[in-house]
């Protein structure tokens, strides 16, 4: 996985731990890694049902309002939470390693990532609306 370089607790205990900002900028990364190598994804599997090209569009959407929505909601830390997370995600090897991924692999990182992320934001959530009974 192109993701497999960056540093991310292993176990929601783990998660737990790690500063509320800290966490933030991990989902961050993960979303804006995850940019390019699904617009790549589309662009390159034309070929696919137009329901499952459309499916994937709607993913590659998706990432990218998920990734507005907590820039908006967290609202942005600091201002170079997002340079930073970009700047970031650009020194992962993005192209080459989305490119030469089988479509499996491909998605089995994407779940993997998405698992992580949707983790990281139920934690988040918690700890802003106690409330909740997490």
Same mark, same amino acid.
């Given at each position: 996985?192109?993701?497999? #370089?960056?540093?991310?607790?292993? #176990?929601?205990?783990?998660? /737990? ?9 991990? %989902? ?8 390019e190598p699904?617009?790549?994804?589309? /662009? ?13 569009? /709607? ?8 990734k507005t ?5 967290? #609202? %942005? %830390? ?12 650009? #020194? ?6 989305? @490119?030469?991924?089988? @479509?499996?692999?491909f998605i ?9 992320? /949707? ?16």
């Open positions: 996985c192109h993701t497999s #370089g960056m540093l991310t607790p292993n #176990g929601k205990e783990y998660a /737990q731990k790690i500063p509320r900002e800290e966490l933030t900028h991990l %989902i961050l990364k993960l979303l804006q890694a995850w940019k699904l617009s790549h994804f589309n /662009q390159h599997h034309q070929e696919l049902p137009d329901d499952s090209l459309s499916k994937a569009k /709607q993913i590659s959407n998706m990432v990218h309002e998920l929505g907590v820039e908006k909601s967290m #609202g %942005i %830390i600091s201002n170079s939470l997002n340079g930073m997370a970009s700047s970031e995600a650009e #020194g992962l090897s993005i192209g080459n390693e989305a @490119d030469m991924m089988s @479509d499996s692999d089995h990182c994407f779940r993997r990532d998405s698992n992580k992320v /949707q983790s990281y934001l139920k934690i988040l959530k918690c700890r802003i609306m106690p409330e909740n009974s997490c």
